[in-house]
């Protein structure tokens, strides 16, 4: 290994070996340029890997903020302030110590000269008023170890919250999208030949034969590609729009409560929402630390990240802080002892108030991600804990992520195939779980669906219309295409229609006002679903819903093989956000569970609405909390680990009030002197801050 390496070097080797397989976790240490390296695989597997490495190479592998920098920044910091006061007590004569804690002084009597002046009892007046007290009885050293243990405190109360912040931040910006890359068709074939198509990826060609997108990975797209954003779809990096207009909700960024309407010029913002129309935005950020730093901005100073704990444990400790002054000024009268009055201001509970319980949240959120839960704020996990109601939509929720194409049936004299291959054309632009299906079972077959149609509209929770050949193209639910749209069945084929499969749920696809094809889609219940409703009642869920646009006879039978309370058939997205109002008049506490377009208003509406992951990204970006779509097991696990969030505030209250006000006692007492209050008080702010870093699930 060499004699040292940068901190970027440093992340670099640690990412490399981490994504060798047999490594099980490492240890990088830049200062030394050593690696500790811990392995189930051959020694030999190992060795070859590190003689295949290089930084440039590598460096694709490693995030650039990891946190290895914000830890290096603290420890430097904390070593500094160590030693310099070691050096001022060892060689710097009495007198001129003195002089030198006065100085020091002026920071923090003038935050608490400040407080007072914004007519605020907080706790830098209580930290001023001790200072200035030491100070004014000639007691330097008091002071200046007050200052000093003030200052190890602020410092490793800042290095507790920057780094749950960052780690948070890391965990929710390495979650990468897919996105629509419009490229020429010779850089296409020249990047993922059609002769050979590329594996984990999806291929269409726009109107133009000239001009194709490809879905590709977000970190794949660099400055000056163009991009398209349908409805629905979440922008996925910063850029400007070059051609297509819609309207796009950007409340996120700006705090806009209306959509901002896009035009060809616009500018474009990572992480807002295109609600109608379309556009083409030519990209000028790439993914990397231009979105890392929007969530930190998002996760510092969002409101949502303020739970009604959080700001309860704020509100108190700043009501405590009278009381704390008024037992100063009570201890001096009672005892005339400065020292036991100062003993007294050197305790106050605000600090472990506001540190403690802001950490526990963001802890709870961290925890959340590495089991594949995106949080967004504090309030929400709050919300699940209190909740006694859950709403699911089943297709895709309840039912498994991966709907599949059991049959296609033609009418019309059309075929299967052509059937299949036309709706796959249309779907693929709005993911949802059954528009996957179509879209996988066009790709199984081999069935490449050129898009030779124009302008693609979606209807919320009905379907999907377009233009092919000059003819109108429909697809979606009964209600829209027979309904909505006066499409018609052949009449020589009504009796094969009426004979459809009533097992499947049916996709309709009709040209011009004619039925074309039925396609049949398998919806197999989750295996996990029963049980995990019985989970969710075991830990306090009283009710649970189950609503779907589905037939009566379908709602039925898969409400009742689950076990829900009560079921919805034939509902409109509209209806979902209108029910969970009622439950809120009734006083009952809701959870949304949804994956598509759809469930939107029903997402916003709840106390905490929760998304599946592979469902649509306007769901994604809607939705409070966003789970991973692998199985319905990450409900028990928010679910406990809320619960559990709350538990450990509420030990937190009793700890910091208890601990805090027996060191008021020892010092009213005189058993403690101030320096000695003020470091126990500081050391059990700082257990407590840790202890709420640590996860609350250990099973």
Known sequence: MQNGMSLRQADILEYYLRATEGVTDVKVYDRTGDAVIFFSCDRAVIIA?????????????????????????????????VLRRAALKLFVPASLHAVIAAAKSV??????????????????????TAIAVSL???????????????????????????????????????????????????????????????????????????????????????????IVVRMGGVIPLDGRVTSGECLVNQASITGESMPVR???????????????????????????????????????????????????????????????LGGTALTWLLTRNVTKAVSVLMVDFSCALKLAMPLAVLSAMRESGAHQITVKGGKFLEAVSMADTIVFDKTGTLTHAEPTVAQVIPFHGQQADEMLRLAACLEEHYPHSMANAVVKAAMEKGLNHEEHHTKVQYVVAHGISSMVDGQK?????????????????PEEEQQKFNARPAEYSHLYLAISG????????????????????????????????????????????????????????????????????????????????????NDSPALSEADAGIAIADGAAIAREVAD????????????????????????IDVNYRQIISFNSLLILLGVLGILPPATSALLHNTSTILISMKSMTDLLTD
């Open 262 to 324: 896009k035009r060809e010029g616009s500018p474009a913002y990572t992480g807002t929402v295109v609600e109608e129309g379309e556009c083409a935005i030519r990209v000028e950020k790439a993914a990397g630390s231009a979105q890392y730093d929007k969530i930190v901005r998002m996760i510092e100073e969002s409101e949502k990240l303020k739970s009604a704990t959080e700001a309860k444990a704020a509100h108190l400790a700043d009501s405590l802080v009278p009381y704390t």
């Open 49 to 81: 890997a590190l003689g295949r490495f290089s930084y440039e190479k590598a460096e694709v592998l490693a995030p650039e903020n990891t946190g290895r920098e914000l830890s290096r920044q603290f420890e430097d910091r904390l070593t500094f302030l």
């Open 473 to 489: 193209v429909v697809i979606g639910s009964y209600h829209f295409v027979f309904e909505d749209e006066g499409c018609v069945v």
């Open 136 to 226: 004014a009885r000639g007691d330097f050293d008091t002071a200046s170890s007050v200052m000093f243990l003030l200052n190890i405190g602020e410092i490793l109360e800042e290095r507790t919250h920057k780094k749950s912040v960052d780690d948070l931040a890391r965990t929710m910006s390495l979650r990468t999208n897919q996105v629509w890359l419009r490229v020429e068709s010779q850089r296409q074939r020249e990047a993922s030949p059609l002769c050979g198509q590329p594996s984990g990826s999806e291929f269409s060609s726009n109107a133009s034969s000239d001009i194709q997108e490809i879905l590709v990975p977000v970190s794949d797209v660099r400055v000056g590609d163009c």
């Open 514 to 597: 004619v039925l074309s094809a039925v396609i049949c889609i398998e919806d197999p219940i989750r295996l996990e679903a029963p049980e995990v409703i019985r989970e969710l009642k075991e830990l306090g869920i009283e009710k649970t819903v189950m609503m779907t646009g589905d037939s009566e006879r379908t709602a039925h039978a898969v409400a009742e093989q689950i076990g829900m309370d009560a079921y919805y058939a034939e509902v409109l997205p509209e209806d979902k956000a209108r029910f969970i109002q009622e439950e809120h008049r009734k006083g009952r506490h809701v959870i949304m569970v949804g994956d598509g377009i």
């Open 625 to 648: 909390i966003t789970i991973s779509a692998d199985d319905l097991w990450a409900l028990v696990t928010l679910k406990r680990l809320s619960d559990a969030l709350m538990k450990r």
């Open 107 to 128: 920071k923090y009597i003038w935050r608490g000269v400040r407080a007072l002046f914004g007519r605020r009892l907080q706790v830098e007046t209580l930290d001023a």
